[in-house]
């Protein structure tokens, strides 16, 4: 039972750290003129990571405000249709210190990639990272390698 804090609640899987099933805080919410009086973009709070995220929640048979006080710290999963929007902010990946700027601005992209769950465009990203910053160490370009050296798989 998710321990009462006054904001109405939701349980579902944070878009921030991955927590599945997770308590988080509805701490405003706004009518979402596209989905008509029963939709709303609420603004929770992950109890977990702390982290902001934003959730559509279509009213089942209200159109009264998810972050509405009548709630009263109770979850509203029972009352609202439920779909997570993507995070406001970047993800909680952060670029290791004293990293050169050039990489850090591609490791940024790339958790931002993530934070949107854009993984195939993540993982490129982070194997950017890579190649640049041991290009001085190996000397040789992924590229370079020749075709017939491909190793067969299966
Ligand atoms: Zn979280």
């Not at 003129?33 to 709070?45: E, I, K, L, M, Y």
């Not at 769950?117 to 290009?135: L, P, Q, V």
């Amino acid at each position: 039972m998710p321990q009462k804090s006054g904001h109405p609640t939701i349980v579902e899987t944070c878009p921030r750290c991955g927590t599945q099933e997770t308590t988080l805080d509805v701490r405003g919410a706004t009518n979402d003129p596209d989905a008509g009086s029963r939709g709303w973009v609420a603004f929770v709070v992950c109890r977990r990571c702390r982290r902001p995220s934003l959730f559509d929640m279509y009213g089942r048979q209200t159109n009264h405000s998810p972050a509405s006080p009548e709630w009263d710290g109770a979850d509203v999963n029972p009352v609202y249709n439920i779909t997570a929007t993507k995070p406001i902010t970047k993800s909680a990946a952060r670029c290791p210190e004293y990293v050169d700027d050039k990489i850090v601005r591609i490791f940024d992209e790339a958790a931002l990639a993530v934070a949107f769950s854009a993984f195939d465009a993540a993982g490129a990203m982070f194997r950017k990272t890579i190649d640049i910053s041991t290009r001085g160490i190996i000397g040789i370009e992924p590229q370079s390698v020749p075709q017939g050296a491909m190793l067969e798989f299966g």
